[in-house]
């Protein structure tokens, strides 16, 4: 069973804007020749690898909400200008909007049970978890 990672996403409002984010960094690396892959950055390294490989996705939590996910491929190790040892998270770069759920702040990311994970909501349904009846209804814990 697939284990997931949560993790808050900083400076994004909707899931619009980390559509945005994601189209703007893989143009970004087209133009300068790399592959065109989206990475994520982060300080600590996933020790549950092969779990999380195994089907697991990253639950973004935008503005107190569970929002959306993105299917995890890859977890490399990745050397930085400080000399701090950090793990690229590669992230398919398909956003799949979920049920919304609030989520209190935390720092770093954290591992996300299957059990624990909001489903999917039906293709072609924008509630991002910014308004309307979905997060009217998860806010007072009726969905």
């Known amino acids: 069973m697939p284990l997931h990672l949560l993790k808050l996403c900083v400076g994004a409002d909707s ?4 559509a945005a ?14 592959p065109a892959e989206q990475i994520h950055t982060t300080r600590m390294t996933p020790r549950r ?11 973004w939590v935008i503005k107190g909400r569970i929002a959306v996910r993105q299917r995890l491929l890859d977890l490399r190790p990745a050397d930085s200008a400080d000399g701090i040892p950090r793990c690229d998270l590669v992230l398919e770069p398909v956003l799949v909007r979920t049920e919304p759920r609030p989520q209190r702040p935390f720092q770093g990311w954290r591992y996300l049970e299957p059990k624990s994970a909001p489903p999917d909501l039906p293709s072609g349904d924008a509630d991002d978890g910014a308004g309307g ?11």
């Open 49 to 59: 690898r092969e779990e999380i490989l195994d089907g697991g996705s990253l639950y």
């Open 133 to 143: 009846i979905r997060a009217a209804l998860a806010e007072l814990g009726l969905l």
């Open 15 to 18: 899931v619009e804007d980390l």
């Open 21 to 34: 984010w994601v189209d703007e960094r893989l143009a970004a690396r087209r133009a300068d020749g790399r």
